[in-house]
């Protein structure tokens, strides 16, 4: 399985970007996929994640300005991000999990400036 994370970038705090990770190989439809983060100098932190029927989980940092979607048929999950705070700047890293396995996409840099 691999996953192509794109989308990341610089933006104002206020401002809005939008993650896609498409995943491809051998996947099975019963699967959560999602986004990580993780900023300099702190642990990885779960932001959101969505299972296959559309049930979705979100930090309590992100609710209300970050939604996650899927398109099951492309394989492909996406963070909307609104309202971007500078505390929101991190690598951002995709998942897609199936069973107790997580597969992960290469990490995109979103940046907010102050």
């Known amino acids: 399985v691999q996953l192509q994370a794109s989308g990341g970038g610089l933006v104002q705090a206020g401002g809005s970007l939008r993650l896609s990770c498409a995943a491809s190989?051998?996947?099975?439809?019963?699967?959560?996929m999602g986004w990580y983060r993780q900023a300099p100098g702190k642990q990885r932190e779960l932001v959101a994640s969505i299972i296959n029927s559309g049930s979705t989980n979100y930090a309590d940092s992100v609710k209300g300005r970050f939604t996650i979607s899927r398109d099951n048929a492309k394989n492909t999950v996406y963070l909307q991000m609104n309202s971007m705070k500078p505390e929101d700047t991190a690598v951002y890293y995709c998942f897609l999990r199936m069973g107790l396995y997580n597969n992960w996409g290469q990490g995109t840099q979103v940046t907010v400036s102050s």
């Open positions: 190989g051998n996947i099975f439809s019963a699967n959560v």
